[in-house]
């Protein structure tokens, strides 16, 4: 089924930027940011003050600088009653915002009324020299200062003046021209970051047996389980069938864990004394730093450990230590890769440990470019404003790009670079809009602009992609398309041998074939992995905040939408559409459309009878000029957001209602019983689609259970039969017999069923026994 193309304003669109510009050839080092335009700045960083004059009355002064440019004026902090002040700041202004020919400094000192002049130094803009990377950073001068009058004043200031570009060290941490709105307070939140996922672990926990209780109660049979606790998590073994002082369980229980492990693991021993009722009849605290890490399938060596007890006696809660033990079998599996992220747009697949990572296959670079057309996601002093930044995650490595402000059209040019261990792999680039510049309250979010992913393998090694990306965000009023971002992409082979060879690998490590976990426990576990990512990382500082990680982890991706549903039946139909295909090619071969090609495939059938060994060379053949023919057509843009593939263009307002309701819904009872009924007259279809597939089993199950002992005879008859033919006959004669059959022409057919096909269908099933 070929579906149509989406609309035009959602396509991908290929652009032809001025990169590279400024690159020395042949200079490894200095190419580093060869798939960004390179954005000019002037640099000023001012290090240190000596023998400033004081300028109160006491004597003393409050200095601080201000560095004006034009209409550009940046100000370091002021300090108290200090002559020889050092601030180590760095103020960038952007080369195409410059209006001035002459770059001001000033030292001034800080006064309730109006601040003091103590000194300025000038200098002339077409004689500040340009720094290239790798060159070392400009060496600090001292200045003598000046009056304004040009007369030489009291006090000298240090500083560095150079012209260089985003690639300069001294650029993510710099005070920019473009954010001169933003206040001190707010300037941590809108520059540029790395980030790094916590190292993540899977913690298992084999409870073998407890042994030595003591119930309270010593005239029941103790109901006794285990329930462990790592941080937020907690699991419960189920009831010990041995219902004694010493009860056995032999079960696991899994944990996902982050480095530096911060809570130890909990355990308890509890007794079911009634409904709603549990007895804990001892504690243990095991801190994960002693843990034993495991790397392979061996067992880890089991332990015993005492159980403690806490009473309460006059109020006031003593320990008791008695010979309650239990025995655990414990370890940290660092042959797992712990899944943070959605299965199919997974970015990593290395397991835990790293002695079993395999070397790197390459390197990707990403050129964070621009973007255009973007919407106004807030309202500033009556009016829309968007502060966009750009948030990138390949790996364990995110990226954040600085938040230009107040833009609809961003230039960030920002450079990064990932080693790539794997190309099945997914790199996932998202725009939000800073929602913490301008005195956001605690309670307001970075809102989602929109987000892009890529499969490495679906690149060329060391071809530059340009495209511009559209900004894709589904609404419950609908897809809307929020803008354009322009990246540059490029994936670099190291080893093309051991990027083939890894094909042959197994997706994830070992482990997770040797010793499987089920889906639900992947489930649990992949949720709370992307807990702990997303509280790390908002604790970070600036923090990259927990709506952000979860809209690049998909966090909500395995909820049911019915758009979504839709959208996956058709991707099937699309998938058996080929096969749908071959059979309606040869049904037109069989009633003789095509007399021509039904004669060569008559020729051809006869062929392969009598020279059986030329079916498979034939077969792999024909596969071959097939992928041969379609390279022609080969995909020449990565993929993209697709919304007629993902049914957000047609998608009904109520489907898109219901997918964004919360989870337990909030919506009022008669929209939730419509939907219900609705879900129910799907699940109906389902049902009897499933009933259809269980009968025609059954029915073949039928043909040798005697349960229609007349079709049974029939059909043991038949085979008996059979058997003697096909030893007589040779396999070649009765394939040539049954081919020229089914290929018979029109005129010797009849539009009735065949006679196979009615006794299949005259087989019973076991439907007549359903209630």
């Known amino acids: 089924m070929q579906k149509p193309p989406q609309a035009v304003d959602f396509a991908l669109k290929e652009t032809s930027p001025n990169i590279g510009a400024g690159a020395v050839s042949g200079d490894k080092l200095s190419s580093t940011y060869d798939l960004v335009e390179q ?75 109006a601040d003091d002049l103590i000194g300025r130094a000038m200098f002339d803009l077409n004689e500040i020299p340009k720094r290239i990377p790798p060159d070392s950073p400009l060496a600090p001068q001292w200045y003598r200062l000046e009056d304004r009058k040009g007369n030489k004043a009291k006090g000298e200031l240090m500083l560095a003046v150079w012209m260089g570009t985003q690639a300069d060290e001294a650029f993510p941490d710099s005070w920019h021209s473009d954010a ?54 907690a699991l419960r073994t189920r009831v010990s069938q041995s219902k004694t002082i010493n009860p056995m369980w032999n079960e696991d229980l899994m944990f996902v864990a982050a480095e530096p492990f911060e809570e130890p693991l909990v355990l308890s021993v509890e007794d079911r004394v009634g409904s709603n009722k549990d007895e804990t009849l001892g504690k243990c605290m095991i801190p994960l730093h002693i843990v034993q890490r495991r790397l392979d399938h061996r067992p880890v060596n089991s332990r015993w450990l005492n159980l403690e007890k806490h009473v309460i006696v006059d109020g006031e809660k003593k320990e008791i230590k008695f010979a309650s033990r239990i025995h655990l079998r414990i370890c940290l599996e660092g042959g797992y890769h712990v899944l943070d992220e959605s299965t199919h747009y997974s970015s990593d697949l290395r397991p835990t440990a790293k002695q079993l990572w395999r070397p790197s296959i390459g390197i990707l670079e990403l050129g964070i470019l621009s973007a255009h057309g973007l919407m106004p996601m807030k309202t500033k002093d009556g009016r829309g404003t968007t502060d966009a930044y750009c948030v990138a995650k390949y790996g364990q490595k995110w990226i954040r790009t600085r938040t230009i402000v107040d833009n609809f059209m961003p230039r960030w040019n920002e450079q ?5 261990f794997d190309t099945c792999t997914v790199i996932t680039v998202g725009v939000f809009d800073n929602g913490h510049i301008h005195g956001g309250a605690g309670g307001s979010k970075d809102s989602r602009i929109g987000k892009v992913r890529i499969r490495l393998s679906t690149l060329e090694a060391d071809r530059v992609y340009t495209h511009s990306y559209p900004l894709l965000v589904l609404h419950p009023s609908g897809v809307k398309k929020t803008g354009e971002i322009q990246l540059a992409l490029r994936f670099t082979c190291s080893s093309l041998i051991n990027m083939l060879h890894m094909y042959s690998h197994p997706l994830l490590p070992k482990m997770h ?8 426990q992947l489930d649990v576990l992949r949720h709370q992995a992307m807990q702990i990512v997303s509280m790390r990382l908002s604790r970070a500082e600036p923090p990259l905040r927990k709506e952000v990680v979860e809209y690049m982890l998909d966090v909500d991706s395995h909820m049911w939408s019915m758009r979504r549903s839709k959208a996956n039946f058709f991707r099937i139909m699309g998938v058996l559409s080929g096969l749908i295909a071959v059979g309606k090619w040869f049904d037109q071969i069989c009633y003789w459309r095509n007399p021509l090609t039904s004669i060569l495939i008559h020729i051809l059938f006869i062929i392969l009878v009598l020279y059986p060994e030329l079916i498979l060379p034939t077969v792999f053949l024909y596969l071959f000029l ?29 489907e898109l209602d219901e997918e964004f309701d919360t989870f337990p819904t909030s919506r009022p009872s008669d929209f939730v019983r419509m939907r219900y009924d609705r879900i129910r007259s799907i699940a109906g279809r389902v049902q009897t689609v499933i009933g259809d597939l269980a009968t025609q089993g059954e029915r073949f199950q039928s043909l040798l259970s005697w349960r229609d002992p007349r079709a049974t005879t029939l059909f043991v008859t038949f085979c008996l039969v059979a058997a003697l033919v096909l030893y007589v006959t040779p396999f070649q004669v009765i394939a040539l017999l049954t081919g020229l059959y089914v290929l018979r022409h029109p005129r010797f057919r009849h539009k009735l069923p065949s006679t196979p096909l009615n006794f299949f269908r005259r087989l019973p099933a076991r439907s007549d026994s359903m209630l």
């Open 416 to 420: 990064y670079t990932w080693e790539v």
């Open 513 to 520: 074939y040797i010793h499987p976990l089920s889906v639900i």
């Open 39 to 113: 954005m000019q700045y002037l640099y000023v960083r001012v290090v240190k003050a000596k023998d400033l004059p004081g300028k109160d009355v006491t004597g003393s002064c409050d200095p601080y600088v201000e560095v004006k440019l034009g209409n550009y004026k940046g100000i370091t902090k002021h300090f108290e009653k200090k002559s020889n002040p050092e601030w180590n700041q760095v103020f960038a202004f952007s080369k195409e915002r410059i209006q001035a020919s002459v770059l001001e400094v000033y030292v001034k000192d800080k006064d309730v009324v």
């Open 626 to 654: 097939i992928g041969i023919w379609n390279f022609r057509w080969r995909p020449r843009h990565p993929p993209h957001m697709d919304t007629r593939l993902s049914h957000a263009d047609a998608a009904h307002p109520d």
């Open 180 to 233: 001169a709105s933003v206040g001190p307070d707010a300037v941590s939140n809108i520059r540029s970051k790395v980030y790094l996922s916590p190292k993540l672990w899977y913690v298992r926990v084999n409870v073998i047996e407890a042994q030595d209780l003591v119930p309270t109660d010593k005239t029941r049979f103790p109901e006794v389980f285990v329930k462990a606790v790592l941080g937020n998590q």
